[in-house]
């Protein structure tokens, strides 16, 4: 079962940008083009961990790419869900349903779902 309390333990909750913030998401959404509402996240991402030192959670290739190319440490999704297992976070069994979700949600994963928690 999923502890709903872990959550808030990872909630940012509101913040308060500075110019220099927005400068960057500027910058990452013009690198990750798409259009005007394509990659908004990823950029977002990029800016928020560039400006704090935090880590950055994405899956999509080139914003990993400009990721790596700025020094700003990432990850995938599938990463935090092993971390959440291996920290008792996230019991085995809703780790497994999520990445089902991530995989019925088009996401491509290389094996089977209970492989990649064990």
Not at 61 to 75: E, M
């Amino acid at each position: 079962m999923f502890d709903t309390t872990a959550l808030n333990y990872f909630a940012l909750g509101n913040v308060q940008l500075s110019a220099s913030d927005l400068a960057l998401f500027a910058r990452y959404k013009r690198e990750l083009g798409g259009g005007p509402s394509k990659n908004l996240g990823e950029a977002a991402v990029l800016a928020w961990c560039a400006s704090t030192g935090g880590t950055a959670i994405i899956d999509e290739s080139r914003a990993r790419d400009i990721a790596h190319q700025d020094g700003i440490a990432v990850h995938g999704s599938l990463w935090l869900i092993q971390l959440g297992v291996k920290s008792n976070l996230l019991d085995r069994s809703a780790a497994i349903t999520l990445i089902d979700q991530l995989r019925s949600a088009g996401m491509y994963l290389p094996r089977d779902s209970a492989a990649l928690v064990a």
